[in-house]
């Protein structure tokens, strides 16, 4: 497995030795022993949560505070997404700055989301089916998010607003506190 930090400290895109044949492929999507030593640290999760969404659909950017802040290790089984994190670490000397990422089925890469990150993909394809490990258990009270339009953040999502698909709580989101 090839592990990149990226300019976010402690954010990693993971990306798997595939074998591959002319009867498909295989690779390990996670051991808990590799990821361990390639992060430098033991993360153990917890709970597996699935979404399906459909082209245009934008989720995020979400995140749980406090005791219940979430570390995530995030993937696409089907289709392909534009992944986004931002650091809302207040003591971060990257505060406020994000990464942005393509996930799909066909690169097979992860990535690797730390406590104190907001978290949200926009699906590219026309389906995607995303998968994510969290070393918390979700809590709808400790729930919160930052808006995906926020002009702080300036976020390229790579498509035009007028054709995202949002829940009408993403839509209602706050900006960053700066």
Known sequence: MKVTETQLQG?????????????GFFYESYSHKSFSEAI??????VQDNFSFSKKGVLRGLHYQKGEYAQAKLVSVLEGKVQDVVVDIRKD?????????????SENKRQLFVPRGFAHGFLVLSETARFFYKCDNYYNKESEEGIRYDDETLGIDWGISMDHLILSERDRSLPPIKT
């Open 40 to 45: 430098g640290r033991e993360v153990i999760f």
């Open 92 to 104: 971060s000397p990257t505060y406020g700055q994000h990464i942005s990422i393509e996930l799909s």
């Open 11 to 23: 954010c990693f895109v993971l990306e798997p030795k595939i074998f591959e044949d002319d009867r």
